[in-house]
């Protein structure tokens, strides 16, 4: 399982968009590759149609070559549709590669530091989301690190997702201790590289260039 988040970072709503527009295209990807994709937790944009950030569990033998093929910045070149005349044109996204699941990655943490909570899907979650029980909130109890997953798999298939999302937070969490000059994954959350990115698309039919 890898988890990838896109996010437009604290781009406008044009980047919101793109997140969007990104979203589908990675769908149709991962559908052509028997990747499965869950969607975990997602913040919508102002407008309609619109994704400030997404976070995505992908699950297959070709979940981590797809989740290569986006990491890094992601360019949108296309006229602001919010906004006629506007000089701007490009607009950047970020796509972040979490850890992947691993026995040594997940093992870490022991089921008896884990709690698990059945409880009822709310708030907007896309077409991956339903209003049953299934549900998942874990939370690692030494630390107090919560987590919820609402995707329409079974509750067992959750309280996996759960587990490996907790696993990746508290994994970034040692890391920045570990590290604080770098701390990458809460600096990916307010940057995006402009130049050099891993993939350009063109107009609002989000098409490949």
């Known amino acids: ?98 850890a992947p699941e691993s026995p040594s990655f997940v093992d870490a943490l022991h089921d008896k530091d884990i709690r698990f909570e059945a409880v009822r899907a709310s708030g907007p979650g896309g077409q991956h989301v339903n209003k049953t029980d299934s549900a998942v909130r874990a939370t690692h109890v030494p630390s107090g690190l919560s987590v919820k997953v609402q995707t329409e798999r079974s509750q067992h298939a959750n309280k996996r997702l759960a587990r490996a999302w907790l696993a990746c937070k508290l994994a970034a969490l040692a890391q920045d201790a570990a590290d604080k000059g770098r701390a990458e994954r809460r600096i990916q959350h307010h940057q995006v590289e402009r130049g050099n990115a891993t993939r350009t698309f063109k107009g609002i039919d989000f098409r490949e260039v």
């Open 1 to 98: 399982m890898i988890m990838l988040q896109l996010s437009a970072n604290t781009g406008p709503e044009e980047c919101c968009l793109a997140v969007h527009k990104a979203l589908a295209r990675l769908t149709q990807e991962a559908a052509q590759l028997a990747v499965r994709v869950d969607v975990i937790e997602q913040v919508q944009g102002n407008a309609v149609d619109t994704l400030r950030s997404v976070l995505l569990a992908l699950d297959g033998d070709m979940a981590q070559a797809l989740a290569q093929r986006w990491q890094g910045s992601v360019l949108w070149i296309c006229p602001s549709p919010y906004r006629p005349g506007h000089r701007r044109k490009n607009w950047f996204i970020g796509a972040d590669i979490f």
